[in-house]
């Protein structure tokens, strides 16, 4: 496949992404991958800003060299950190520079065979989620161009990444919104419930449930739902009240008591 | 999908000076700036639950107000539709067509001076989590540059509810959605009271609260009251 045909490829594979449910750490390695054809370089690492803050790493091809990138986590050093930190690129630091700026890192990065690195941010409108380090085992200047490829590539990425973690918290959002709406309705109607089976008040009615959910260590939200499934027996001796209309001891179960209901959907 | 940098532009101006002003309603401003934006004569802007339940949150005056009332009461209309479809409802002459689908809200609204209305679904992906209602005392549609407008303060919407809810220690309701959970608590508790009085699920118990409520021309908080006071009582 020509050169073109790969990096034509690449795109669509990061910009489906943007489309498709799709494995955050498998785009990565993809994204590692291609860099390391299409840039030739040979090693490219990608870490991604955690929630606390601090960075991660999460791809890395080839796998051996992998442990060089965690060296730079460790030891908070490196160009991938810089690039983070900053959101700028840092590439092509003479031999010298990447001494003074990163000593411990770059004298690792020599012994494990590699010369040259250079890191590209994942940005996006501002926002560095985490950053890209290209590694080469020869004294390489990366050209224009192919820091323009490189940094097209991570953005791609960066949309789908960012675009993904929105959706995610969105959607949590939704679903708890919607729980504790529909919750409070729930309770309301089983107080009407058990206030109509008991023969007592909603306000009445609150109270033994409130009473239930604490002695059984459950939620409101719970026992309301068992009292309109009809699942719990409460109302009589449990809840402390006489059910209305029935004899308080006709066949009733000392610990739970009541009598038998219709699940109320 | 609605250029995004105008929903952020949008929330911007209703949360200028939020910090230094406590407890003001965001949503009651962005009813407002709704207002202001568009030929439109009011807004509203109510939560949904998958479970078929609403609230308001805020609306820009009483009539918006009605148009949730009326929905709620008369379990129909626009906006119900609008969500579960997941798609803008608009009704540019409301007495076309509209009297067909959903009657007695179209009569109701008629009478309050609704001429057209306009409801956009809150969505996040497949959830939907609430409705804005747009309305106006004359017919005529909505332009293009509108439309794009007011899909723009639905989406502010939808990200104010989230927000809310992200400002909420879960399983809590935020306080500008429990309003409405206050004020309607009685029609859910008569709901209850009904489905045991007569032996049916809470969804046709509901139904019957409303066409008692109808059919006595009264607002079903008026019956619900009489209910859960035992001065109504189902018989079936």
């Known amino acids: 496949m020509s050169r073109e045909s790969q990096i034509g490829r690449l795109f669509v594979t990061l910009a489906d992404t943007l489309v498709d449910d799709f494995d955050v750490v498998e785009l990565l390695h993809t994204l590692a991958e291609a860099c390391v054809e299409l840039l030739d370089v040979d090693a490219v ?12 790493l999460v791809a890395f091809s080839p796998e051996s060299l992998q442990s060089l990138e965690m060296f730079e986590l460790q030891v908070d050093e490196g160009p991938c950190l810089d690039s983070f930190r900053t959101g700028e690129a840092v590439v092509n630091m003479s ?84 729980t504790a709406l529909n919750s409070r309705v729930m309770i309301e109607q089983a107080k009407g419930v058990l206030a109509e089976r008991t023969g007592t008040t909603p306000a009445e009615a609150f109270r033994d449930l409130r009473r239930y959910a604490r002695s059984s260590g459950t939620t409101l939200a719970s026992v309301a739902h068992a009292v309109i499934e009809g699942t719990l027996e409460t109302a009589s001796q449990s809840l402390g009240r006489a059910p209305f209309g029935r004899s308080a001891t006709a066949g009733v179960d000392s610990r739970l008591g009541g009598f038998a209901q219709h699940p109320i959907h | 999908m609605i250029s995004s940098d105008r929903v952020a532009h949008v929330l911007a101006d209703v949360q200028a000076d939020v910090e230094t002003v406590a407890g003001v309603q965001v949503v009651g401003r962005l009813v ?37 009332e009326l929905q709620f009461s008369l379990g129909e209309g626009p906006c119900i539709e609008s969500s579960q479809s997941r798609r803008p409802v608009l009704l540019p002459d409301l007495t076309r067509l509209a009297s ?23 969505q996040v992906g497949a959830i939907s989590v609430g409705v804005m209602d747009m ?29 809310l809810q992200a400002s909420t220690r879960y399983p809590d309701v935020h306080p500008f959605l429990a309003t409405s959970l206050i004020s309607r608590a009685e029609v859910h508790q008569a709901t209850g009271m009904v489905a045991v009085q007569m032996d049916v699920d809470l969804g046709t118990a509901l139904v019957l609260l409303r066409s008692r409520a109808y059919a006595a021309d009264r607002d079903i908080v008026d019956i619900a009251h ?4 035992r001065r109504i009582r189902f018989e079936p």
Request: aromatic share 4%; proline share 3%.
């Open chain 1, 45 to 56: 690492g990608l870490m991604l800003a955690d929630l606390r803050g601090g960075i991660q």
């Open chain 1, 95 to 178: 031999i010298t520079n990447a001494l003074q700026r990163w000593p411990r890192f770059t004298a690792e990065a020599h012994a494990a065979g590699i010369v040259a690195t250079h890191a590209l941010p994942l940005r996006l409108r501002g926002e560095i989620i985490g950053a890209m380090n290209l590694m080469s085992a020869s004294e390489q200047m990366l050209a224009e161009a192919d820091i323009a490829l490189g940094q097209a590539l991570a953005d791609v990425a960066t949309i789908g990444l960012l675009q993904q973690r929105a959706i995610r918290e969105q959607s949590l959002l939704a679903e708890q919104l919607q």
């Open chain 2, 32 to 68: 407002n700036a709704c207002q202001q934006a568009l030929p439109i004569t009011g807004a509203g802007l109510s939560w949904l639950t998958d479970h078929g339940q609403r609230g308001l949150v805020a609306a820009t005056d009483t009539t918006a107000q009605l148009v949730e």
């Open chain 2, 100 to 122: 067909q689908r959903w009657p007695a809200f179209t009569a109701g609204a008629l009478g309050a001076g609704v001429a057209a209305i306009f409801a956009f679904p809150l």
């Open chain 2, 135 to 163: 309305y106006r005392d004359v017919v005529g549609p909505l332009s293009v540059a509108d439309l794009a407008e007011a899909s723009a303060f639905a989406s502010a919407g939808t990200i104010m509810l989230l927000h």
């Open chain 2, 226 to 229: 009489d209910v859960v006071n």
